[in-house]
């Protein structure tokens, strides 16, 4: 016991195995800076040191690049469909009110104005679908 007692403490961070000692210095014009900057921020890296180190030994470097606007019209694709649904269901709903409310004749013309809206929605769901081509086209 004595002897774990006068053993030192180990504090602080843990030494690496193979440690960083040589250190590089460049120096660039504003140009080759600015290009540089350009270079790094396409990179996505958070480090400009990884990133150098990464360009003189040609590591392959992933480059992620999220286009706002892509993303916003997928998330109101996807919402916009969701609404589709909800109007089916709806549509189900109406036509069984109206058929056990209304009289024959009423129910029909009842009927023949929704069926032009339905018209409209299914126009609408074939724009939808040409732009959703168009957008494939573009970014895939």
């Known amino acids: 016991m004595a002897t774990e007692k006068n053993k030192p403490k180990q504090v602080g961070?843990?030494?690496?195995?193979?440690p960083c000692r040589h250190r590089?210095?460049?120096n660039l014009n504003d140009a080759d800076?600015?290009?540089?900057?350009?270079?790094?921020?396409?990179?996505?890296?958070?480090?400009?040191?990884?990133?150098?180190?990464?360009c003189i030994f040609e590591r392959q470097l992933k480059v992620v690049k999220i286009d706002k606007a892509a993303m916003d019209y997928y998330m109101r694709l996807t919402?916009?469909?969701?609404?589709f649904r909800?109007?089916?269901?709806?549509?189900?709903?109406?036509?069984?009110?109206?058929k056990s409310?209304?009289?024959?004749?009423?129910?029909l013309a009842f009927l023949y104005k929704l069926e032009q809206e339905t018209r409209?929605?299914?126009?609408?769901?074939?724009?939808i679908i040409a732009l959703t081509e168009e957008f494939k086209a573009k970014y895939f």
């Open 33 to 54: 800076f600015a290009k540089f900057l350009t270079l790094f921020e396409q990179s996505g890296l958070s480090d400009r040191a990884h990133f150098i180190t990464a």
């Open 24 to 26: 590089l210095a460049i």
């Open 120 to 127: 409209k929605l299914v126009d609408l769901q074939h724009s």
């Open 86 to 98: 909800a109007i089916g269901v709806n549509y189900n709903q109406v036509v069984k009110a109206i």
């Open 101 to 107: 409310t209304f009289t024959e004749k009423k129910a």
């Open 13 to 18: 961070r843990k030494p690496k195995a193979d």
């Open 79 to 83: 919402t916009f469909h969701s609404q």
